[in-house]
């Protein structure tokens, strides 16, 4: 079924063949996982001349390592969480959330870790992973890879020469990242130290308010207010700070309808420097959004402010896109019919799914399985035989 055809279905049923073939996708990379986890242990690759199973996935299957690698790893790690296990069968959990979540569920704590993967998004499920790890004593990385040309590598390389020269001694490809970056800030790679401990203050403060807890920042807030010098009719809100990367010297004016520089940088800061759309990806071209809009008389302080992009922002006017403000659950996002953004896809699990781990899919085998397991499964709500495959999918799947 090529895109323009799909083009003409009906909505509703294009989007739920999307939900039903990421669920699918799930699926199937975890029963890769434990095909390849059975050739690791068997030590079967040596028939077909690899030397270990990334070879043998890359050899036979055309997959590459890191993707053998974590379909390995998932399949592994699986075998002792049953829920997880079967959530990821029944399409209830995405393969993205099941990366994040895999190296920090247990038996005893699976169930949390499941709901939470239903329920926030990845890059709020990402931040929670990287607590409990800090939580459990380890200490956070950030990886950095780049694909580089031949010409940019030697480029590189030059420019890490030429520092190294100008410090007299070898500089690491991180040092010549830190220089480069206060090339940029300050116009030179190696500004007083006044002001590169400046900025590794503000980077700091950066890093703090992404490490905070996760929790609604709109919530109500403990305020002050305060004379506008000048203006004794004004009264300016003061946030008392709650954490130690805000900013105590910061007032807003709820009567001004634009924040000022300062403003809208605690802001972002606070956003993550992000859209605050879930699963937004956008973060560049960022606005400030008035959750209670200016013109309906919301006013201009950090508990009616968020960080959204330029196009979530059109949206967002256009009732596309509804944000709302709830006491008990901070923001609530929908789309113009109400249903909620923060959900995830597969909430809706498709009902093709078989119940048991691998004696199904989206059909079921006629030939070569155990007849009472069939007879079972022919007798289960909604399962189908190879020539009852599901309607929506059928079409879609005329092509592999």
């Known amino acids: 079924m090529t895109a323009v055809e799909l083009q003409q279905l009906d909505r509703e049923e294009l989007h739920r063949l999307a939900r039903e073939s990421a669920g699918l996708t799930v699926r199937s990379r975890l029963i890769l996982g434990r095909c390849l986890l059975a050739i690791q242990r068997s030590q079967s690759y040596y028939e077909r001349g690899a030397c270990s199973v990334y070879h043998?996935?890359?050899?036979?299957?055309?997959?590459?390592?890191?993707?053998?690698?974590?379909?390995?790893?998932?399949?592994?790690?699986?075998?002792?969480?049953?829920?997880?296990?079967?959530?990821?069968?029944?399409?209830k959990v995405s393969w993205s959330a099941l990366e994040i979540i895999i190296s920090r569920a247990t038996p005893d704590n699976e169930s949390t870790w499941l709901e939470m993967a239903q329920t926030l998004t990845i890059k709020r499920l990402a931040r929670l992973a990287r607590q409990a790890a800090e939580a459990e004593g380890e200490a956070e990385k950030v990886e950095l890879k780049v694909q580089l040309?031949?010409?940019?590598?030697?480029?590189?390389?030059?420019?890490?020469r030429d520092l190294s020269s100008q410090v007299g001694r070898r500089l690491s490809m991180r040092e010549c990242l830190e220089c480069l970056c206060c090339e940029r800030l300050f116009g030179?790679?190696?500004?007083?130290?006044?002001?590169?401990?400046?900025?590794?203050?503000?980077?700091?403060?950066?890093?703090?308010?992404?490490?905070?807890?996760?929790?609604?920042?709109?919530?109500?807030?403990?305020?002050?207010?305060?004379?506008?010098?000048?203006?004794?009719?004004?009264?300016?809100v003061k946030a008392i700070p709650r954490k130690e990367w805000e900013n105590g010297r910061l007032s807003f004016n709820p009567q001004s309808r634009q924040v000022t520089p300062a403003q809208r940088q605690e802001i972002l800061?606070?956003?993550?420097?992000?859209?605050?759309?879930?699963?937004?990806?956008?973060?560049?071209?960022?606005?400030?959004?008035?959750?209670?809009?200016?013109?309906?008389?919301?006013?201009?302080?950090?508990?009616?402010?968020?960080?959204?992009?330029?196009?979530?922002?059109?949206?967002?006017?256009?009732?596309?896109?509804?944000?709302?403000?709830?006491?008990?659950?901070?923001?609530?996002?929908?789309?113009?019919e109400g249903r909620e953004l923060a959900r995830k896809?597969?909430?809706?699990?498709?009902?093709?799914?078989?119940?048991?781990?691998?004696?199904?899919?989206?059909?079921?085998?006629?030939?070569?399985?155990?007849?009472?397991?069939?007879?079972?499964?022919?007798?289960?709500?909604g399962a189908r035989t190879r020539g009852q495959t599901n309607p929506c999918l059928?079409?879609?799947l005329a092509w592999r």
């Not at 040309?149 to 890490?160: D, F, R």
């Open 56 to 91: 043998f996935a890359l050899l036979e299957l055309q997959i590459p390592q890191r993707e053998a690698y974590q379909s390995i790893l998932v399949a592994r790690r699986l075998e002792v969480l049953p829920g997880l296990t079967q959530a990821a069968l029944t399409g």
């Open 149 to 160: 040309s031949p010409e940019e590598m030697a480029m590189l390389q030059q420019v890490l």
């Open 188 to 236: 030179s790679p190696f500004p007083e130290e006044n002001e590169k401990q400046r900025l590794r203050e503000e980077v700091r403060r950066d890093v703090a308010a992404q490490k905070e807890p996760i929790q609604a920042p709109w919530a109500a807030a403990a305020a002050e207010e305060e004379d506008c010098p000048g203006q004794p009719d004004v009264q300016l």
């Open 269 to 336: 800061r606070r956003d993550g420097y992000q859209c605050a759309v879930p699963d937004c990806p956008h973060i560049l071209w960022l606005h400030i959004h008035h959750v209670v809009y200016w013109s309906d008389g919301g006013v201009t302080v950090p508990e009616n402010l968020l960080t959204v992009c330029g196009k979530c922002h059109r949206l967002i006017h256009a009732g596309v896109i509804r944000v709302s403000q709830d006491d008990g659950r901070g923001l609530i996002w929908t789309d113009r």
């Open 345 to 381: 896809i597969y909430e809706e699990p498709a009902d093709w799914w078989a119940a048991d781990e691998l004696d199904g899919g989206p059909w079921i085998e006629d030939e070569g399985n155990d007849p009472d397991l069939l007879e079972s499964s022919r007798d289960r709500p």
């Open 394 to 396: 059928s079409g879609f």
